[in-house]
């Protein structure tokens, strides 16, 4: 049982660039979130979903895009990277009716 | 929106004292108020939470209170030890249909512990 897994844990992007994060969980949870930490920012939200086939937008939605094609699998993709997309994201996932959400291990973008 | 404020946002405290956060949210209608321990370089994993029928909750050196009239809800951490120097966060969790599935967090405290 791994819990929440990121991919990949390490990127560095150029401005510009493309690239998708994906989320996997093998806990069958329904709901699965996206966060990004910054400094000083604690975690912010980006997009989160409520079941297979549904995304929603969370706090900080813009310049990135989500799709959950599949109940274990939820993808952020960066269209166009920007500086300040340089951040810590963080997956997590949790049951409907729990309270405990559980974090992947993290990702860290850079792009320059 | 659920907006949660935190306070202080670094704490230094001698090894054996006790350390308390404390935190702030808007919504009224939040019901479940979870306390993340985050070390350097890993992932945020919960530490203790509490649900807004309860106003105290304790485990071990690790304590929680909530004020649902005010608002606000407080980590207590009683004998720090060095191992508990990392960020805290604290977060708010609504949604609708019963189903807590939004959570809000704090901007995190980070607490050092002094041997």
């Known amino acids: 049982n791994a819990g929440v897994t990121q991919t990949p844990k390490f990127r560095v992007l150029k401005t510009g660039q493309s690239m998708t994060l994906l989320c996997a969980q093998d806990?069958?949870?329904?709901?699965m979130y996206w966060y990004r930490q910054d400094p000083g920012m604690g975690l912010r939200l980006i997009h989160y979903?409520?079941?297979?086939?549904?995304?929603a937008k969370g706090e900080v939605p813009d310049g990135y895009n989500v799709s959950r094609l599949k109940k274990q699998n939820f993808l952020l993709g960066l269209e166009s990277a920007a500086p300040s997309q340089t951040s810590v994201y963080f997956c997590?996932?949790?049951?409907?009716?729990?309270?405990?959400?559980?974090f992947g291990e993290g990702s860290w973008l850079t792009v320059v | 929106g659920e907006n949660v404020e935190q306070h202080p946002s670094t704490l230094s405290v001698q090894e054996g004292d006790s350390a308390v956060i404390k935190c702030t949210y808007s919504d009224s209608a939040s019901n479940y108020f979870p306390w993340y321990k985050q070390e350097l370089g890993k992932r945020p994993q919960l530490i203790i939470d509490?649900?807004?029928?309860?106003g105290e909750k304790k485990d071990q050196r690790i304590a929680v209170t909530l004020n649902k009239t005010a608002k606000h809800f407080s980590l207590h951490i009683t004998e720090t030890q060095p191992e508990d120097s990392a960020v805290y966060f604290c977060?708010?969790?609504?949604?609708?249909?019963?189903?807590?599935?939004?959570?809000?967090f704090g901007k995190g405290t980070l607490l050092t512990v002094n041997p």
């Open positions: 509490i649900r807004s029928n309860v």
């Open positions: 997590a996932s949790k049951t409907y009716s729990g309270n405990t959400i559980y």
């Open positions: 977060a708010a969790s609504s949604g609708k249909g019963g189903s807590n599935y939004k959570l809000t």
């Open positions: 806990m069958n949870h329904e709901y």
């Open positions: 979903s409520v079941g297979e086939g549904t995304t």
